[in-house]
């Protein structure tokens, strides 16, 4: 059976679609006092933003939106009807983006569907000549970040990653402050994500899909499987199928920063793993206590923690959101470790600079819009001028999972074993002994839990070429994907 393209897709459903290369493209949108039309694609959540952002920017009108659930097209179809996004207007709604690709009077797409399915709609939109904004993390494997770099620049198109921290001048001083030595030599960049979450239950057997969902459409590459959790929206961030867990969700913004606090710009060439799911039993199979510890060719290494438990078992009584841990003023945000002080970066827009003895010596705070940056690149059709171009989004989303691959690859040890094995690394030592004390606060026993603590194998991966040194991890860089769906080899 060949493969399921846009243009076999539309002419199977008894739709007109001209190749390509014969679409009779208009003046081009992005010139000066022209309009640029855009289309949301997976508007349920984060996607929600995305149009509200767009239709506030003047010259730009948001023409279309695509989700699998009806239900949430048609309150967004009579949304723009009452006028909530502007004037009082029609907006057209589908359930499959292909349809949106063959119109020649999109200019861009904005993507916050589910993670599996980012770097494919990227892939096609590319294709069909659009400019993309896509959310974090821009793909669902290593490989896949690779694939839309290329398509991007094949096609010559303008592709934001949805990281806005890069839109903040505040966060970019502070930066140019360390990489500046005023702080002296930077030692560690260290991202920390810890953020409440709790279980999401655990089914006995297969759920029901809404009828209003079109599940085969919402699995896109994903294997065909039966819904095996209860609720199918958000919750697919902690199963590995679809999501990368939150060293993937939200972690990916402060591992982008602290990347970039590093001026690293390409991938590391070894990464390890700790971590587990525990606290908990329940359908998710993705760390919601992990450590990733990655080591480049040159420069100081970056340290990522997530942290899905709250302070204590006490805190887990009084309400997990406002009882987490915090680490050096953070709780989600990154901390560069320097030889005089460190820099605190405690969210999108602000940088704090504290001296040795814990004292604040400056600060620096501010932000510009990210969805008006990409609109500018777009009239400037120069990649260059994005603050979050697709390669930055590739290669801090691939390190994402690269820890993720050292976790699925690792074994569950002992604590006496992941001591030792820790040990062998300062900073792996220092994170995992906290770790520790954050775990038995929770009353999670190490050597008794269920699905225990895995430590995962220190990887070697080589930054030009995206690949591991051994066959197991390089299996584990791309997924098999669903006749129809597959994100192409030749963009």
């Given amino acids: 059976m060949p493969i399921l393209t846009r243009r076999h897709f539309l002419q199977g459903t008894g739709t007109t679609a001209l190749s390509l290369g014969l679409v009779p493209l208009k003046v081009p949108l992005w010139q000066p006092n022209n309009e640029v039309r855009i ?8 996607g929600g933003n995305h149009v509200q952002g767009f239709s506030r920017i003047k010259g730009v009108r948001v023409v279309a939106i695509v989700d699998v659930d009806q239900g949430v097209l048609d309150r967004f179809k009579k949304a723009f009807a009452d006028g909530k996004y502007g004037e009082k207007t029609d907006v057209d709604t589908y359930t ?108 006995k057997g297969p759920q029901k899909v809404s009828d209003k969902i079109d599940y085969n459409m919402w699995l896109g590459p994903a294997p065909q ?80 923690e997530v942290r899905g438990l709250p302070r204590d078992k006490d805190a887990q009584a009084k ?12 709780r989600i945000g990154v901390i560069v470790h320097c030889k005089d002080g460190y820099l605190r970066i405690p969210d999108y827009h602000r940088a704090i600079v504290v001296g040795k003895d ?60 992941l001591d030792a094995m820790a040990g062998k690394n300062p900073h792996t030592a220092e ?22 603590v895995r430590m995962g194998p220190r990887l070697t991966m080589d930054p030009k070429t995206e690949r591991f040194a051994d066959d197991a991890s390089n299996a584990l860089l791309a997924r098999n994907y669903r006749q129809g769906f597959e994100v192409p080899s030749d963009v």
């Fill in 225 to 304: 499987t039966k819904l095996m959790r209860r609720q199918l929206h958000y919750d697919w961030h902690w199963v590995f199928d679809t999501g990368n867990g939150d060293v993937g969700n939200q972690g990916i913004h402060q591992m982008d920063i602290a990347r970039w606090a590093l001026g690293q710009n390409e991938l590391p060439q070894h990464t390890l793993s700790i971590g587990g799911r525990v606290g908990y039993d329940d359908d998710g199979n993705t760390p919601n206590t992990q450590i990733v510890f990655h080591e480049f060719q040159e420069g100081p290494p970056l340290l990522f």
């Fill in 319 to 330: 309400g997990w959101g406002k009882n987490m841990d915090n680490f050096q003023g953070a």
């Fill in 96 to 203: 499959d983006l292909r349809r949106v690709l063959d119109r020649n009077d999109i200019d861009a797409i904005s993507v916050a569907t589910p993670n599996h399915w980012h770097a494919l709609q990227a892939v096609w939109a590319c294709q069909a000549g659009k400019d993309v904004y896509l959310e974090k993390p821009v793909s669902h494997n290593v490989w896949e970040g690779g694939q839309i770099v290329k398509a991007a620049r094949k096609y010559k198109r303008i592709v934001q990653t949805g990281t806005q921290s890069r839109s903040s001048h505040g966060i970019k001083q502070g930066i140019e402050y360390i990489q500046a030595g005023k702080l002296g030599e930077i030692e560690l960049a260290r991202g920390l994500c810890y953020k409440p979450r709790q279980s999401i239950g655990k089914v």
């Fill in 358 to 417: 814990g004292k604040e010596i400056t600060r620096f705070e501010g932000s510009t819009n990210h969805y008006e940056n990409f609109l500018a690149a777009m009239r400037s059709r120069r990649f260059e001028d994005l603050h979050s171009d697709i390669l930055e989004g590739h290669l801090s989303s691939a390190m994402c999972h690269m820890g993720n691959v050292s976790h699925q690859l690792g074994e569950t040890h002992q604590k006496s074993e």
């Fill in 431 to 452: 994170a995992w002994q906290r770790m520790h004390k954050h775990l038995v606060a929770n009353g999670v026993d190490v050597d008794t839990v269920a699905g225990g």
């Fill in 39 to 46: 289309a949301c694609v997976g508007v349920r959540s984060r």
